[in-house]
Each structure stands twice: as structure tokens, then as C-alpha cells.
């Protein structure tokens, strides 16, 4: 293992494809390569989260995230050490939380909406990575997600899109695209872009330490 691993952050807004193109970049390497650690694991309880106007619960928040643990953990990793923690299944309260093992690895993925936006995690970051893609698309596809895959009502997908998840993303998320050292559209596809990741990923592990 290096002396100290490459920290790669991923961020954009819900609906640009972060799940997709994390999960395509994991299928690439091996666990002693790469490690993801990932800001959803990381919510407060349910019954501390802020609620709006309406009673709605609103998870889309910097302060819905235990972003504390979550610096300590990433630093563990950055040292060397292995972390454990509970999986986090706020959106299926009938799920049983896994226990997660995560191993420090010379490459580690840092992902999540606030990634950038938490200044001491930010400031742990090598390479920033910035997905993004129109509204109407990443709308289209936060209703398929939260619609088809998760049977949420449509009038509580759109209110939550309305109320929550834009503000959030213009307030927290979007304003860091012009930190980024990678801006990736994936308005159609993020094919190219996931090349030029893995190709600098691949470089990187090959190089002497």
C-alpha cells in the first residue's frame, strides 16, 4: 500500500448518476485497490431530523449527516486503519442494517451530496469529482428511482424534489462544481468521463509509491 492513499470525493446533485458511475468504478477494482466510504451511511436518527412547514421530514440537509464520525472515519482510513460501522436504511424501516467492514486501500472514494461543502472533509480530498446533468433529467430520474423502485407517491416525490432537494442542491452542491478538478455530464452518458477516471485510477496504482 502507498504511504498515504489518493482521496477521490464524488459529489453532484440527486439524479446525476453518482450511484451508477461509483458503483461502475468499484466493479474495476479489487477491495485491496479501492475503498468507498459514503456520506449515506452516515445519517442522523430519524426522529433528530428537521422537519419544514408542512411536517415533512427533510433528510436533504448538511446537518441530517453525523459529518463528525464521518471526517474521523475517512481519517482512520487515510491512516491506515479499518473501519466498521452500521449500514444505514432510514428509507426501509423494515430492513435490518448490515455491519460494514471498510479497508483502508491506497485508492479511497469519498462520496455523498455535501462531500465538498463540509470544509474539514473537503480539505482531506486529492481529486474532486463533480457529476452533473440538467434538472428535468435528474427530476426524471429521481421519479423513477423514488416512484418505481421505492413505491413513493408521486405528489410526495415532486414535493420533496420542490421543497427539499433543489434548494439544497443550489444552496450546498452546485456552488462547489467550480472547485472541482473533474466536471463530468452525464446529461446522456458519463461513459467518457468514467474512462478518464479509471485510466487515472489504473496510473495512479501502478505508479511506485
Same mark, same amino acid.
Given at each position: 500500500?502507498?504511504?498515504?492513499?489518493?482521496?477521490?470525493?464524488?459529489?453532484?446533485?440527486s439524479g446525476s448518476g453518482k450511484t451508477t458511475f461509483i458503483r461502475q468504478i468499484r466493479d474495476s477494482f479489487t477491495n485491496d485497490q479501492l475503498?468507498?466510504?459514503?456520506?449515506?451511511?452516515?445519517?442522523? =436518527?430519524?426522529?433528530? +431530523?428537521?422537519?419544514?412547514?408542512?411536517?415533512?421530514?427533510?433528510?436533504? @440537509?448538511?446537518? /441530517?449527516?453525523?459529518?463528525? $464520525?464521518?471526517?474521523?472515519?475517512?481519517?482512520? @482510513?487515510?491512516?491506515?486503519? &479499518?473501519?466498521?460501522?452500521?449500514?444505514?436504511?432510514?428509507?426501509?424501516? /423494515?430492513?435490518? =442494517?448490515?455491519? @460494514?467492514?471498510? =479497508?483502508?486501500?491506497?485508492?479511497?472514494?469519498?462520496?455523498? @451530496?455535501?462531500?465538498f461543502h463540509y470544509k474539514k472533509v473537503r480539505n482531506l480530498i486529492d481529486l474532486k469529482v463533480f457529476l452533473q446533468a440538467k434538472e428535468n433529467?435528474?427530476?426524471? $430520474? $429521481?421519479?423513477? #428511482?423514488? #416512484?418505481?423502485? #421505492?413505491?413513493?407517491?408521486?405528489?410526495?416525490?415532486?414535493?420533496?424534489? +420542490?421543497?427539499?432537494?433543489?434548494?439544497?442542491?443550489?444552496?450546498?452542491?452546485?456552488?462547489?462544481?467550480?472547485?472541482? &478538478?473533474?466536471?463530468?455530464?452525464?446529461? &446522456?452518458?458519463?461513459?467518457?468521463? !468514467?474512462?478518464?477516471? !479509471?485510466?487515472? !485510477?489504473?496510473?495512479? !496504482?501502478? /505508479? =511506485? /509509491?
Amino acid at each position: 500500500m502507498k504511504n498515504k492513499p489518493l482521496i477521490v470525493g464524488i459529489t453532484g446533485g440527486s439524479g446525476s448518476g453518482k450511484t451508477t458511475f461509483i458503483r461502475q468504478i468499484r466493479d474495476s477494482f479489487t477491495n485491496d485497490q479501492l475503498s468507498i466510504l459514503s456520506q449515506d451511511d452516515y445519517y442522523l =436518527p430519524r426522529e433528530v +431530523q428537521k422537519v419544514d412547514n408542512q411536517g415533512i421530514t427533510n433528510f436533504d @440537509l448538511p446537518g /441530517s449527516i453525523d459529518k463528525k $464520525r464521518f471526517r474521523k472515519d475517512l481519517e482512520k @482510513l487515510i491512516s491506515g486503519e &479499518d473501519i466498521t460501522i452500521k449500514e444505514y436504511v432510514f428509507n426501509n424501516e /423494515s430492513a435490518a =442494517p448490515k455491519t @460494514l467492514t471498510i =479497508p483502508s486501500a491506497p485508492v479511497i472514494i469519498v462520496e455523498g @451530496l455535501f462531500v465538498f461543502h463540509y470544509k474539514k472533509v473537503r480539505n482531506l480530498i486529492d481529486l474532486k469529482v463533480f457529476l452533473q446533468a440538467k434538472e428535468n433529467l435528474k427530476v426524471i $430520474r $429521481r421519479i423513477k #428511482r423514488d #416512484r418505481v423502485e #421505492r413505491n413513493y407517491p408521486i405528489e410526495d416525490v415532486l414535493y420533496r424534489y +420542490q421543497h427539499h432537494v433543489l434548494p439544497t442542491y443550489e444552496k450546498y452542491i452546485r456552488p462547489y462544481q467550480d472547485i472541482a &478538478d473533474v466536471v463530468i455530464n452525464n446529461n &446522456d452518458n458519463f461513459d467518457m468521463g !468514467l474512462k478518464v477516471i !479509471l485510466g487515472f !485510477l489504473k496510473d495512479y !496504482l501502478k /505508479s =511506485p /509509491s
